[in-house]
């Protein structure tokens, strides 16, 4: 019996200790490997604030300077004469007033009197039933979600892609809100909801690549927007046209308190002409699962003149896909298995 006791009694003790050593490893893993990352987070919304605070005093300032100089402007703007309004806010546009007469035979202005600026983003729930009536009594817009203004010649032929998957309670929200927010900016317009079926991982890039083939099939688009279902604007001023150089339109997230992450940001919701889609390839196929497409797409741009590597052999020349195609009256879906075998890329 004693030697029992001696026997339980040393057991007890080694519990004790593996239950320590374990518990004490366990807290230095988690403290390594989770730690930095609530560090960077924490650390990140530190800055933003500091950001967002320096943005605040600078319009305060701002605003009494325009109030104290507001009888000694020379140079006919909102600004003092010689002051740099990029320093301060961003520079107040002229948008045309509310009787401004337009011409069927001219281009549509780019700052119409029905940019009002911020617009409430309503994120209620609403069924497609629901989204579909809410159209129903607008006879100009045409299947597959196509409009087109009357009183005057779109400046912009604009194909919206949407990449899918599982999401259908974002699709009618999206929808709600981008169609009177289109219009309102006199474009036209079309969306192309591009679906991924079968168990393999997402592919943004991909899916873009198809929607931009099967886009190129229905009309003389010039403008493309690669958009993601769950993003939408909250200025009406964000105006849904392409330019020179590629547009991202998606720069300022409420996730990211309004803050770009990184310089190369380019996710979300960007534009490019179809021209330049097209020189430099589209997007590469190899982005399986989430993140890095729209980066990976700013840096072909930036490199198109100098690289000669995946981006020649890798995007639009190299797709091979068969489409399910159902054209509903609000948009086109374009559904599509993908496997890695339907962009085979060659040694380089």
């Known amino acids: 019996m004693p030697l029992f006791r001696k026997v339980l009694r040393v057991s007890n003790r080694s519990m004790l200790a593996f239950i320590f050593f374990f518990s004490f490893s366990s807290s230095c893993l988690y403290f390594i490997y989770v730690a930095p990352g609530i560090a960077n987070t924490y650390l990140f919304m530190v800055q933003a604030r500091g950001i967002m605070l320096r943005e605040n005093v600078k319009t305060i300032g701002h605003m009494i300077r325009l109030y104290t100089n507001k009888n000694t402007t020379l140079n006919g703007t909102d600004y003092p004469e010689g002051n ?114 079968g168990t393999q991982p997402f592919n943004r890039a991909m899916l873009f690549n198809v929607g931009f083939k099967e886009a190129m099939k229905d009309a003389v688009w010039d403008c493309i927007i690669f958009h993601d279902v769950d993003h939408l604007p909250e200025n009406d001023r964000n105006y849904y046209g392409c330019g020179e150089m590629p547009r991202h339109f998606a720069a300022k997230l409420d996730k990211y308190m309004y803050i770009l992450p990184y310089n190369e940001f380019f996710g979300g919701v960007s534009g490019l002409t179809v021209e330049q889609f097209r020189k430099i390839n589209g997007f590469p196929n190899a982005f399986w699962g989430w993140g890095g497409e729209d980066d990976d797409l700013w840096n072909r741009y930036k490199l198109l003149r100098y690289s000669r590597e995946r981006q020649y052999i890798d995007g639009l020349n190299n797709l091979i896909y068969t489409p399910k195609i159902l054209v509903s009256r609000l948009y086109k879906n374009i559904t599509v298995n993908l496997i890695p075998e339907l962009a085979p890329v060659r040694d380089y």
Request: hydrophobic letters at 35%; one cysteine or more; aromatic letters at 14%.
């Open 84 to 197: 740099n309004s990029s320093d301060c806010v961003a520079q107040t546009t002229m948008y045309l007033p509310e009787n401004f007469t337009y011409s069927p035979y001219q281009a549509c202005p780019e700052k119409l009197p029905y940019m009002r600026g911020l617009i409430d983003v309503n994120m209620s729930e609403i069924s497609f039933d629901e989204i579909q009536e809410l159209f129903s009594k607008d006879l100009d817009i045409k299947p597959g979600g196509h409009w087109k203004p009357k009183d005057c010649k779109p400046r912009w032929k604009v194909a919206i892609l949407i990449p899918f998957r599982n999401r259908h309670e974002h699709l009618p929200i999206f929808f709600r809100h981008l169609i009177p927010m289109l219009q309102k900016q006199r474009l036209e317009f079309a969306f192309y909801v591009v679906e991924q079926t």
